[in-house]
């Protein structure tokens, strides 16, 4: 466990691999200079099954409600969906989220996840009632935004793929409250070791996480 030369293989989404690994593996990497880090940025649907096979030490996913399965799992954050529009969009003037209602009027842009009938949004638009028209979908949020660009919808997705500075041509508006908060997991297999950099790197990303504790759990 107290090995500090290897590498650590990850499999994780294109969200979390482009927005929210970069800076935790960059600081991993000046702590422990000796240890390489593989990232397999995989489809939602592909990451867990990537584990199951051994492929990766651990997986980092999200999901709405229960934890995943396929190994212990490790929250780490939650976060919220953002829509995002052009600049001259009517949506862009609410100054407010909008509605499902007022979702529902315009084509949308989301995940590939989105456009299975058991996603959480999916799910929200059902419920009220509403039968969304998904125009597009893509595994990576700036390819969702370059669509959105292009006038081919109102796009959804992550808060964390959404950048003041970089996304400065778009609105980001809140998305409706009925959206369910999304929990980024980190899963382990049960028979795995992991090495004291890997629980590390959960700190990196999760500061409230005690790494004692959390190896203790895992024992």
Not at 75 to 82: A, F, G, K
Not at 115 to 125: H, I, T, V, Y
Not at 162 to 170: E, F, K, P, R, Y
Request: net charge neutral; proline share 6%.
């Amino acid at each position: 466990r107290g090995e500090a030369v290897g590498t650590l293989h990850i499999a994780t989404t294109h969200t979390q691999a482009r927005f929210v690994l970069p800076a935790a593996i960059g600081a991993l990497n000046r702590e422990y200079p000796q240890v390489g880090v593989q990232l397999q940025s995989l489809a939602d649907n592909d990451v867990l099954p990537h584990l199951a096979k051994g492929n990766a030490d651990i997986a980092i996913v999200s999901s709405v409600g229960a934890a995943p399965s396929g190994g212990h799992a490790i929250s780490l954050y939650r976060w919220r969906r953002i829509v995002v529009v052009p600049k001259g969009h009517v949506l862009a003037t609410l100054g407010r989220a909008p509605t499902l209602a007022e979702l529902g009027q315009h084509p949308l842009v989301s995940y590939h996840s989105s456009s299975q009938p058991e996603s959480s949004l999916r799910r929200a638009f059902s419920d009220a009632g509403l039968n969304p028209s998904v125009a597009m979908t893509a595994h990576d949020a700036d390819l969702i935004k370059t669509y959105v660009r292009a006038g081919l919808g109102v796009g959804i997705l992550a808060e964390m793929a959404v950048s003041a500075i970089a996304d400065g041509d778009l609105v980001a508006l809140p998305a409706p409250e009925v959206l369910p908060e999304c929990t980024t997991w980190a899963v382990v297999p049960k028979e795995r070791v992991l090495r004291r950099y890997a629980f590390d790197l959960f700190q990196h990303l999760a500061a409230q996480i005690d790494r004692h504790d959390l190896q203790r759990v895992l024992a």
